[in-house]
């Protein structure tokens, strides 16, 4: 199978977002780095933008599937 340069994009896009996803919430659950209510606001926060971005993705792929 022949893999698009965009196909390896979004492949290591995705690999990207679920690995910074996953600190985050290591760090939410084990109280790393979060000092305050601000903190933990901020990296919840920063969860659901980045699944709002893999969503993003999914509706992308969608719209181009049915285009092509």
Do not use: W
Request: net charge negative.
């Amino acid at each position: 199978m022949i893999q698009t340069t965009s196909s390896v994009f979004e492949r290591e896009l995705r690999r990207l977002i679920s690995e910074e996803r996953h600190h985050i919430a290591t760090n939410v659950v084990g109280g790393h780095s979060i000092t305050s209510m601000e903190a933990y606001r901020e990296a919840i926060g920063k969860i659901s933008a980045l699944d709002l971005v893999v969503e993003l993705c999914d509706e992308a792929n969608k719209i181009v599937n049915k285009t092509l």
